[in-house]
Structure formats: structure tokens, C-alpha cells
């Protein structure tokens, strides 16, 4: 049996795409199980109302622990199948994606699988764009550029994470590269799939136009953190090589970009507790390549006039 776990927070207005995804599944030996986690809308009374319609396939639960980690982790323990796919709220499953996936694990027999996955945003403007994820089949590179699958669209054996202890509950961020992180550590059997079975959603409120500062400087302090430790393990177990340390290196320096324009003062203050640095050519590349579009395309004055560009290309960045 597979285990849908969909925790909710203030879903009402979208879970149903969720449940129907799963309920659609041309596999059908699931459970699927709702989680609402201390929704202040109608949502636990429209889980309710969707249990009472499905009952040989639903359960339902309520997790107070504040958390999408906790929220996880209850639906994992009360889960019934030895295979959990987790679904967010807002996301949804082609109807085939758990089919296809039972088949891998019937030939291969991994402990988890991780699979390739659409991401559909909105602008502004309500013009929707599609990004597709490809999983890195070297699983740590995939891990320290985050191409590693995405929570829903891997599957998860029950007995793989209940055995690393399951979703951090400590943390509010880098929540399943944390969890990857700590699964690679117990080298698993893996199976890479390249089908795209799994549609995830971006909110057009994204968290990068958080105005929350300290959520925003959790978040980056979190990713920085999360790599580091990558790079502090492989190199005790004599496996960081210079391909990777370069993936991890360049992987900081760009959120550090990412961030720095909506908490410049702290990015700056993290930049400088960071050890060793990145060659300008490297930094020139990685900056045209993840930000440099809105400058480029849209402006024809010097890329080095702007003030924040020019700190973070021509001061001396130091990273680990």
C-alpha cells in the first residue's frame, strides 16, 4: 500500500485539487491521509466533509505542533503503507504517477525513488510559465544543487524514514534536503525516474517577497547552513571532491544574490563569516546566470553602475 499524506494549513480553497489527484490514481491501493494543522479557516470542516464522502479511502488527523515537518510526520506515523507519497495542499499527481512508481519499486526494489517534477508559476500579469526539474543522477551534486527530486515528487519507504528519524521538526526551511541529506548519510538503494508525474504549484506570493526579515534571514542562514554541513561530511569521509566543493561554493554565493537585495546588511554580515572565496570569473558567470536577466535584458547601462552588483562582483567574497 502507498500512503497519500497531505498536510493543510488554511487549504480549503485548494486541497480538493490535491485529493481528487489522488483519488484519480490509476493505482489504487492507497490510503490517503489529511492532516490539518491549525488552520484558522473552514479547512478541518471540508476534510471532514471529504472523509465522510470517502471513507474506505480517508482518514483524517489534526497535528497542533505548528509545522509543515509536523504535519509530515504525523500523517508518516499514522500511515498505513509501506510507501508514502507526499502531497502538498496546493499541488497535485498525474493520474498515473503512483502506478508508474509501484512498478519501479516492484523491478528494482529501491528505498526511495526520486523523480523528475513540472513547476507551474503565475506572474502579475496571471501568465503561467513551466519549469521543468531534472533530477542529478550523482546524488550528492543533486543534493548540493538541490536537483534532487522535490517532496512530492519522490517516493518515500516508510521504513527508510522512520530509520533517520523522519522530517526535522526544528527547522522551518531546507526541510527535505535536510531530510535527503540525512538519508544519503545511510546510502539507500536509489532509482532515479524521468518521467514528470508531479505538478508543484508556486504561490505568486512567494517567500522571497516576504516582507518578514527574519523569516527571510532563517531561510538563507538555513540553505548556508545546510551546505556547509554537506561539505564538513564529505570531506570527513573523504569524498568532497573538487567538482562538488565547487557546486557547493557556488550554490552559497548565489543565494547570497539571491538575498541580497531584500536583506542586504545581513547577507553582507554572512558573506563575511564565510571562509576561503570563489575566482571573480566564477562569480561574473554564476551572477549572469541566476540574476543578471533583469539587468541585461531590460537596461543597457553598465552592469558595474549598479551599486549592489558591483559589491557583490568586486568585493572580495569569501566562501568555504
Known amino acids: 500500500m502507498i500512503s497519500v499524506v497531505i498536510p493543510c494549513y488554511n487549504a480549503s480553497q485548494f486541497v480538493q485539487r490535491a485529493i481528487d489527484s489522488s483519488l484519480s490514481q490509476t493505482y489504487q491501493d492507497i490510503e490517503i491521509i489529511l492532516v490539518d494543522n ?16 470517502h471513507p474506505e479511502k480517508i482518514r483524517i488527523f489534526r497535528e497542533t505542533k505548528a509545522g509543515a515537518s509536523a504535519a509530515r510526520n504525523r500523517g508518516l506515523y499514522e500511515a498505513k503503507g509501506e510507501w508514502i507519497q507526499f502531497l502538498d495542499a496546493d499541488d497535485e499527481l498525474l493520474p498515473d504517477k503512483l502506478e508508474n512508481q509501484a512498478t519501479i519499486i516492484r523491478q528494482y526494489q529501491p528505498e526511495l525513488i526520486i523523480e523528475d517534477f513540472d513547476l507551474i508559476s503565475k506572474s502579475e500579469t496571471g501568465e503561467s510559465s513551466t519549469i521543468s526539474r531534472i533530477a542529478n543522477e550523482n546524488p550528492w551534486m543533486g543534493l548540493i544543487t538541490v536537483r534532487l527530486g522535490c517532496t512530492c515528487s519522490n517516493l518515500w519507504q516508510k521504513e527508510l524514514l522512520m530509520k533517520v528519524g523522519g522530517w526535522n521538526e526544528d527547522i522551518r526551511s531546507s526541510l527535505e534536503y535536510d531530510l535527503l541529506f540525512r538519508i544519503l548519510q545511510v546510502e539507500p538503494r536509489l532509482y532515479f525516474s524521468h518521467k514528470r508525474k508531479t505538478i508543484a504549484y508556486v504561490q505568486q506570493e512567494s517567500v522571497c517577497k516576504s516582507s518578514d526579515k527574519e523569516k527571510l534571514q532563517e531561510i538563507l542562514n538555513n540553505r548556508i547552513e545546510l551546505s556547509l554541513k554537506i561539505q564538513k561530511y564529505l570531506r570527513s569521509e573523504g569524498r568532497l571532491t573538487a567538482e562538488l566543493k565547487k557546486a557547493s561554493n557556488l550554490y552559497i554565493y548565489r543565494e547570497l544574490l539571491r538575498y541580497s537585495m531584500e536583506i542586504p546588511r545581513y547577507a553582507r554580515e554572512k558573506r563575511k563569516k564565510l571562509p576561503a572565496g570563489l575566482p571573480l570569473a566564477a562569480r561574473i558567470k554564476a551572477y549572469k546566470k541566476h540574476v543578471g536577466a533583469v539587468y541585461y535584458k531590460n537596461h543597457e547601462r553598465s552592469l558595474l553602475k549598479y551599486p549592489q552588483i558591483a559589491y557583490y562582483l568586486l568585493k572580495d567574497i569569501h566562501l568555504f
Open 38 to 53: 491549525n488552520s484558522v479557516d473552514n479547512t478541518w470542516e471540508f476534510l471532514k466533509k471529504a472523509a465522510a464522502s
